[in-house]
């Protein structure tokens, strides 16, 4: 989603590089292509003018720092002020109480029904609290199916709404549900509209008087830019946001939404939906995401994907096997396994510090995650013995698993080689101690 912005950045900040200091000479054509760039990803101009002023204010004049250039000291400034821009820091939810009520609300389609299913599993994975799903939106019931069949997927608790009952008595019923079912955070899923209009926001705003939720998450697309900002402002002023849940910003939106809407309306964004998956919910860290933005890295988002896929078993055993140079190719699948529910290669690379950048040298290659494809697609034709002795593939074997995989001969020699000669190394790295690779914990041979 930040890409095209992300380079655009970048490219500005690259023309005071080799400077001994940021003076309003060498800045000046740098914060024009910045602000360019800012309203043609489509942020808020007064944003932009903000953000802009602010940065200036900030860089005019400092002195380089020991060992520091001057664009390394004005991406610190910019990232800074993008922090600041983003909301300063990340909004847990406010819990308070036995049960917690969280509203969702937001216009038709925005992805809402998906959005409190993924805030159910969030919930329960990572804050350890039992949810509990209720849909009120009776003019649609087959969002109430949606919801339904979304928290039987997940094993999310669930209250089976009648559409025929208008939504305060759903509500109420609902409650005495969560008590019964000692269900600590229910999450309401409520109706929408294609606009808003003064009928939808009448009924809201009795819901949120009937219920005294404890949070009222706004859910936004991110796709709309703008237009996701004048929403957020409308839901705002008749109903008191407290957070936000940008949604589809794994899509190609220009980032806008994402910049301007915290600024602008004054709410925190709280979650960030990044994919179709019911998993695919991530708290929103201002910090993190000016860093992704400029290309500095993600790595401690990272950390956190590892430490919910890998299994510390599996790692230490893969660890000893490596030491050993007994780590085999079903070893190894099961780590490219692993390594696709962090995100795959690519999503792996993104977030580690000038990877954009690198990637973007690298277009004129196969991307990674198709060359690990192939790779799966190879070792899936081996049979187990092969996977688990590659020493034994002879001609007549390698062309059989050539042929199974839809690859060449050389594709399969090349994978073998490649296996070998890594695990070798990672062998003898590991021998040295846990400092020469990463604390003994089992990794990638390649």
Do not use: C
Not at 17 to 45: H, P, W, Y
Not at 406 to 414: I, S, Y
């Amino acid at each position: 989603m930040f890409e095209n912005l992300s380079d655009k950045l970048l490219g500005s900040i690259k023309k005071i590089k080799g400077q001994s200091k940021i003076t309003e000479q060498n800045i000046q054509d740098v914060m024009k292509e910045i602000r360019f760039s800012l309203l043609e990803a489509d942020v808020n101009f007064k944003v932009v003018k903000t953000f802009i002023d602010q940065v200036k204010q900030k860089a005019l004049g400092q002195d380089v720092l020991l060992k520091v250039n001057a664009s390394e000291q004005f991406v610190k400034i910019v990232h800074e002020e993008l922090v600041q821009l983003l909301g300063g820091e990340e909004a847990p939810l406010n819990f308070k109480g036995p049960l917690t009520t969280l509203m969702l609300v937001g216009l038709q389609g925005v992805g809402k029904t998906t959005s409190a299913a993924k805030l159910a599993l969030h919930i329960r994975k990572k804050l350890k609290k039992k949810p509990g799903l209720v849909s009120v939106d009776v003019y649609r019931p087959a969002a109430i199916e949606q919801l339904k069949t979304l928290s039987k997927q997940n094993n999310i608790p669930f209250f089976d709404s009648n559409p025929n009952e208008k939504p305060a008595e759903i509500i109420k019923k609902a409650k005495k549900w969560a008590e019964t079912e000692m269900v600590e955070v229910l999450i309401l899923d409520t109706a929408g509209r294609l606009q808003i209009d003064q009928e939808l926001m009448n009924e809201l705003e009795g819901l949120k008087e009937f219920i005294q939720p404890r949070e009222v998450l706004l859910v936004a697309d991110a796709m709309l830019g703008q237009q996701s900002v004048n929403v957020a402002e409308g839901f705002h002023e008749k109903l008191g946001l407290t957070g936000l849940i940008l949604t589809k910003v794994d899509g190609d939106a220009r980032g806008g939404a994402a910049l301007s809407i915290r600024h602008t309306v004054g709410v925190p964004i709280k979650f960030l939906g990044v994919g179709e998956k019911v998993s695919a919910l991530e708290l929103f860290h201002p910090d993190r995401l000016a860093s992704r933005i400029l290309d500095m890295g993600d790595v401690l988002s990272l950390v956190e994907k590892a430490q919910e896929v890998i299994d510390e078993k599996t790692a230490r055993e893969s660890a000893r096997k490596i030491a050993k140079n007994k780590f085999t190719v079903d070893d190894f699948l099961k780590q490219i396994q692993m390594m696709k529910k962090m995100g795959g290669m690519e999503g792996i690379l993104k977030m580690l510090p000038g990877a954009g950048q690198m990637m973007k040298k690298m277009k004129n290659m196969a991307p990674p995650d198709k060359e690990i494809k192939k790779i799966e697609a190879i070792i899936r034709s081996m049979t187990m013995k092969e996977r688990e002795n590659y020493k034994i593939l002879n001609g007549s074997r390698r062309l059989r698993i050539a042929k199974g995989s839809g690859t060449q001969v050389q594709d399969v020699n090349k994978f073998i080689k490649q296996f070998e000669e890594s695990s070798k190394m990672m062998s003898k790295m590991m021998k040295m101690g846990p400092g020469a690779f990463g604390g003994g914990r089992g990794g990638m041979p390649f």
